[in-house]
């Protein structure tokens, strides 16, 4: 039997629309994507992102605060968050040698990133 998809809140949507804002070889944080769209749980991001039911919003972008790669389809080990790692490393994200994301591929939470993620131009001194 084929999976019913539910059709998005508008809060899903407002944090699918900000997450398709993230170029490729970048990452932001629960926390930076939730400060974007004016929320204050970074947890609620991740449980949008669990729900997606879209092809073209980069999930594995989003990651933990501390450059850890977080869970990914609703899991925080396996086989699931390996594909994560690979999805990146596959957009240029390099990993340090304890496994976090480089902070050259972070986009952190500023003024900026929250007018990019609204759908301006991310201003190049961030």
Do not use: W
Not at 12 to 38: L, T
């Amino acid at each position: 039997m084929p999976k019913k998809i539910k059709t998005p809140t508008e809060f899903q949507v407002r944090v699918y629309d900000a997450v398709r804002r993230i170029p490729k070889g970048k990452v932001a944080s629960y926390a930076a994507v939730a400060s974007a769209i004016a929320c204050r749980s970074a947890r609620v991001i991740g449980q949008a992102l669990r729900a997606c039911p879209f092809d073209d919003v980069p999930c594995h972008r989003v990651v933990a605060s501390d450059l850890t790669v977080g869970g990914f389809a609703g899991r925080s080990v396996g086989p699931d968050v390996e594909r994560k790692k690979r999805l990146l490393a596959k957009e240029g994200v390099r990993f340090d040698q304890a496994g976090r994301i480089e902070p050259a591929h972070a986009l952190r939470d500023s003024p900026g990133l929250r007018l990019m993620m609204k759908g301006g131009a991310y201003p190049k001194n961030g």
